[in-house]
């Protein structure tokens, strides 16, 4: 059939009353004509009556032969059963209204996942030919990748010819004073290539040039659509205004379009200028990103940039030999093995809710099609195929998953619009979560699922039981079958509950175990925050000093805070590294992580002084230099220099000054060791860290703690005005309790834990429902026996006990398939666990009690209601 | 039965109806059917209702257009007139009947 039948086909199908109607005209004007020939002809009206008909041949075959010629019979037909369907749904108006709902849950939930691992996993980054951008990192050994020096990143760019652009960025936080008051915002010092990698364009204006990030250009810097939007109100005069960054004025020179980068919390981007001791620095402290030019593949670039890389190592300096480059595509890049591990597992989960609810679907459609047995019978009286009876059924179904299915689009839609907010933090910042048609596409996949699951079973059982039985009013035998498919159902639903169940309280035993872990510090009552010094206002180390002891000072005599104290890391949180250690006579170099602390630090999060003592306020500039170690680079001391007690030794370390990278200096005295306070997630080991007092090596960068006597809700504007009374210009920002960091650090690999909980807890509901229609049914079927037995004597406690045993032993089934299923996944869940057992004793058994618990509560209303069978009722109603 | 009837080979109905609105111009369904049985020397059996299923299918393909018009009985009726693909397709239509017959009556030379 070509394409014009096809649609000539499709249009006769919608325009059919209008063709039937002519079509009638035709024969009438046909005959007509023909009686009239035939009259001429000398026949009686009788007989040209008669003639014409038999001339004219089957009127009523030969409309039919129409109907099949001009259009798709079995559309028709479908379309049919579709609005018979339809128009049979509000006839049951409580039966549509749960298994829409209970469809809507199952498709909605699984469509809003699927966005989201749509939006992580399938989508091609949203910027021009995204496969060709790509990360490029130093990596010195191999499994480990760096950050690059500016002497790499410059020679790579001179030449490498393998991108068509390359450029290195550098996260900067910056305050912007507008008419609220200062504020922080986070931008990038980018090279000039930068938005030639991610190949985006400036809306207005342009976007950086050669010139910009040469030494000496005017200071200039372009904002995100979203930041134009938001500090400048779409201001369309914005590139004759200026930004005032701490405290400089830069000029802005474009607004970027609209895109992805308005999910990053990236808001400005101003050229990074390299100064003469940086280009000889060989500190680690670019990210690169590249774009493969066009005649570059992954692997050939990979090559090239390791032969680069071995040409230069000859001129590094000696430590640095050895390692190799890694040019990595940009999309395995945003995507951590963790997130991808969470997603993973949520979406098998959702799955795993869906397929619960297709079990329920078909148990409700079963019992449905159990009511609906008298009128197929009538129908296969009247002679319609077993075929067209499934078809039927199997059509219905299929109406009610389409109205699911949009029901589901519906929720999904809602999901999405309630969970970005909170999931946008999780996601790598291209992830543009939103009901696209990928995901439309998928929806209609699943829904047509869904219908094919659960809608084929009942209307096979439906038409293929002895219909002419259920004409007959006593067709009780034939639901033996029937009752049997209900109950494997169910025990299906039981074990697939019992899987997630367990999940969810894996992962919440896994949660609590880490909120018991040790962290090394005391968390409660401490509200932390972050400050970044202007170089324009405090261009010398003694100035910031200066201002660190003013902040202390001043925060430790606010009413309401107990302690204060100034550090350049959080606790709990990731320290830069790169720095050494090294003990006279030792060759080997400890690496370390340096921590920049003023004497309040350690005891304003309790961090015991294990020997030695802390820093103190004599530590400052003009005093003997000194560093306080924590118990891992004690023990990483012991090791490598066989230092059995370090306090009191003195070092050389390497060190990063006020502004720059200074080699390596000596004469640093240990005098004192901390016990480890974690920086990281567990599962690593606690690093080395070196503390240094602040005074003696200040850095721009710090955040401030306070301990509060009691609760941290409402000291914030006192802080707040304390810092202002020092500097009234100076923003605080990302302000957070320890425990939120706390949280942000350890929740990582736990974090599904409340989507699986959810998940969860509907399932339980889910298979609660199934358990309750089938035991409902079962005891209305057997009224009559229950009615015998209780005439000869059972008691209603007897009836009572006996349904709830059929009920245990539907759960009992369930449960021991679910624990297999339980067994098989042991390996999915493990990796997302702290410190528990995928096997464990305590969840599992949590698990089957609780699915027991909850088996019981929806056997007990049909229990009762079997209890209280009237013997007399019962028998004389079935006569 | 009285007089020898052939039945219409199969998907030839086709190739008639085209063939007549050819030499006749715009007709309606009862004019056609009639001009058919006329020319086949009434030797044809064929229900003058299987007309109309034969004319939607050609319609479709777009081979004949209809026009309203009134009958002899001053009814409106649709008229059925070839279109330019019509004319086309009857010419290869005839083309595929000749090499067909040609077909089968040199096979039948052979054979005897």
């Known amino acids: 059939m070509n394409l014009r039948r096809l649609f000539a086909s499709l249009l006769a199908l919608m325009r059919k009353r209008r063709l039937d109607l002519e079509l009638e005209d035709e024969i009438r004007a046909h005959l007509e004509l023909a009686e009239r020939d035939a009259v001429e002809r000398g026949l009686s009206p009788e007989e040209a009556y008669r003639k014409a008909r038999r001339g004219f041949g089957g009127i009523e075959q030969m409309k039919e032969e129409h109907r099949d010629r001009r259009s798709l019979r079995w559309i028709e037909t479908l379309l049919r059963d579709f609005r018979y369907g339809l128009a049979s749904l509000p006839r049951a108006p409580g039966f549509t209204a749960v298994v829409i709902s209970i469809l809507a849950l199952g498709i909605g939930g699984t469509v809003a996942m699927f966005s989201v691992v749509d939006a992580v996993f399938v989508k091609p980054l949203p910027f021009p030919q995204p496969d060709r951008i790509v990360g490029v990192w130093e990596a010195p050994r191999p499994g480990a990748v760096n950050a690059t020096t500016v002497p790499q990143f410059v020679a790579w760019n001179r030449l490498a010819k393998v991108f068509s652009a390359l450029a290195a960025e550098q996260p900067i936080l910056a305050a912007l004073n507008d008419k609220s008051g200062p504020s922080r915002i986070a931008g990038k010092a980018v090279t000039a290539g930068y938005f030639k990698v991610f190949a985006s364009g400036a809306k207005l204006g342009r976007t950086f040039t050669s010139e910009d990030d040469r030494p000496g250009a005017g200071p200039v810097v372009i904002i995100s659509h979203a930041a134009w939007q938001s500090y400048f109100g779409g201001d369309p005069g914005i590139l004759h205004r200026r930004l005032i960054l701490d405290g400089e004025a830069y000029q802005v020179i474009g607004v970027l379009q609209r895109g992805p980068f308005d999910r990053d919390e990236t808001q400005f981007w101003k050229p990074l200028i390299f100064t003469q001791d940086q280009l000889a620095s060989d500190a680690h402290w670019l990210t690169v990103y590249g774009r493969l030019n066009a005649s570059a593949t992954l692997t050939n670039a990979r090559e090239r940039m390791r032969a680069l890389y071995a040409a230069l190592d000859e001129t590094a300096p000696m430590k640095e030999r050895g390692g190799t480059i890694v040019v990595e595509p940009l999309k395995q890049l945003l995507v951590g093995s963790n997130l991808h591990r969470s997603i993973s597992v949520a979406f098998g989960a959702v799955l795993l809710v869906l397929l619960i609810a297709c079990a329920n679907i078909a148990n409700l459609l079963f019992a449905q099609g159990a009511t609906r047995r008298t009128e197929l019978a009538v129908r296969s009286a009247l002679g319609a195929s077993r075929g067209r009876l499934v078809a039927q059924l199997l059509t219905e179904g299929f109406a009610l998953c389409l109205l699911g299915g949009a029901a589901g689009i519906a929720t999904a839609w809602l999901l999405i619009r309630v969970a970005t907010p909170l999931l946008s933090q999780s996601l790598p910042f291209t992830a543009d979560v939103s009901l696209n048609l990928h995901v439309l596409a998928f929806a209609a996949v699943v829904a047509l699922g869904v219908a094919a699951l659960a809608g084929v079973l009942p209307a096979v059982q439906a038409s293929f039981g002895n219909l002419t039985d259920s004409l007959k009013q006593s067709a009780r035998g034939s639901s033996v079958m029937h009752i049997r498919v209900r109950r494997s159902i169910v025990i299906g639903e039981v074990a697939l509950s019992l899987v997630l169940v367990c999940g969810a309280l894996l992962l919440a035993r896994s949660l609590v175990k880490l909120q018991q872990l040790d962290t090394g510090i005391r968390v409660e009552n401490v509200i932390t925050m972050s400050a970044d010094l202007p170089l324009g206002a405090y261009p010398t180390p003694q100035k910031a000093v200066l201002f660190y002891e003013a902040v202390a000072r001043r925060l430790r005599s606010t009413p309401g805070v107990a302690k204060a104290g100034l550090s350049t890391y959080l606790p709990l949180e990731w320290i830069s590294n790169g720095e050494a250690m090294q003990v006279a006579g030792a060759e080997k170099l400890v690496r370390v992580r340096f921590k920049r602390v003023d004497p309040g630090y350690f005891s304003t999060l309790d961090i015991p002084v294990l020997a030695g003592r802390g820093i103190t306020n004599r530590d400052r500039e003009g005093a003997p230099r000194v560093v306080v170690i924590n118990q891992a680079l004690a023990a990483g001391l012991r090791d490598i220099a066989r230092m059995a007690n370090p306090v009191g030794k003195m070092v050389r370390l390497s060190s990063t000054d006020y502004t720059e990278v200074q080699p390596l200096m000596s004469d640093v005295q240990i005098v004192g060791i901390i016990r480890s306070e974690r920086t990281s997630s567990p599962g690593s080991p606690d690093p080395a860290v070196v503390y240094v007092p602040l005074a003696q090596a200040p850095n721009p960068h710090i955040k401030l703690l306070v301990r509060t006597h009691e609760g941290t809700a409402s000291i914030m504007p006192s802080i707040r005005q304390a810092v202002r009374e020092i500097d009234s210009n100076l923003p605080l920002g990302d302000v957070a309790t320890m425990q939120q960091v706390r949280d942000r650090t350890l929740a990582g690999a736990s974090r599904p834990a409340w989507l699986i909980g959810i998940f969860a807890f509907v399932a339980i509901l889910l298979a609660a429902i199934g358990l309750y229609g089938v035991l409902a049914y079962s005891v209305t079927q057997q009224r009559r026996e229950l009615g015998i037995r209780m005439a000869l004597g059972a008691r209603p406690g007897d009836v009572l006990s006996q349904v709830l045993r059929r009920a245990l032993v539907m759960v009992s089934v369930g449960l021991i398939f679910g624990l297999i299923g339980v067994f098989a996944l042991t390996r999915v869940i493990a990796n997302l666990l702290f410190e528990v057992s995928p096997l464990d004793p305590l969840a599992l058994a949590t698990a089957c009690i609780s699915m027991m618990v909850i088996g019981l509560l929806a056997a007990f209303p049909p229990a009762s209601r079997a209890a209280r069978v009237d013997p007399i009722a019962t028998l004389r109603d079935a006569g | ?112």
């Open chain 2, 1 to 112: 039965m009285s007089k020898a009837q052939t039945e219409i080979p199969y998907g030839t109905l086709d190739l008639l109806i085209l063939k007549t609105l050819e030499t006749m111009g715009a007709m309606h369904g009862y004019a056609i059917a009639r001009r058919i049985e006329q020319v086949s020397g009434e030797s044809l059996q064929l229900s003058q209702g299987s007309v109309y299923p034969a004319l939607i299918r050609i319609q479709q393909e777009g081979w004949i257009r209809t026009d309203w018009g009134i009958s002899e009985t001053n009814r409106k009726v649709k008229f059925y007139s070839l279109t330019r693909a019509g004319r086309k397709q009857l010419l290869v239509e005839v083309a595929n009947w000749e090499k067909a017959t040609a077909l089968v009556a040199r096979f039948l030379e052979v054979s005897t």
